[in-house]
């Protein structure tokens, strides 16, 4: 199994706003690829305004798979663009 973990830094006050934007619009295209996450947190202790995701994949090439037919989506690529703003740092 591969874990793909990522942690997203969002701008202050933005995670209630943004939690709710992504459960609409994010979420649905983004578990139509790749599935449930393995894990997906928020941070409330230590540095906060904070979302940290993992996502299982079988193999490297499952998870470049996954990922090449979400990026392809126009409704991924639409949530993108409006997610962006939200995000100070990403690692």
């Known amino acids: 199994m591969i874990l793909d973990e990522r942690t ?3 701008h202050a006050g933005k995670l209630p706003e943004f939690l709710a934007a992504y459960e609409a619009e994010g979420y649905p295209v983004q ?3 790749l599935g449930k996450p393995f ?4 941070t409330e202790v230590g540095t ?3 979302i940290v995701h993992m996502w299982a994949y079988e ?3 499952d998870r470049e798979q996954r990922r090449a037919a ?3 989506d126009p409704a ?6 409006k997610a962006a703003p939200y ?3 990403q690692e």
């Open 76 to 81: 991924w690529q639409a949530w993108v663009a």
């Open 59 to 61: 193999s490297m090439a």
């Open 39 to 42: 894990g997906y947190f928020v």
């Open 70 to 72: 979400m990026q392809a």
């Open 31 to 33: 578990t139509r690829h």
């Open 8 to 10: 997203y830094t969002l």
């Open 48 to 50: 906060i305004n904070q």
């Open 87 to 89: 995000f100070s740092h």
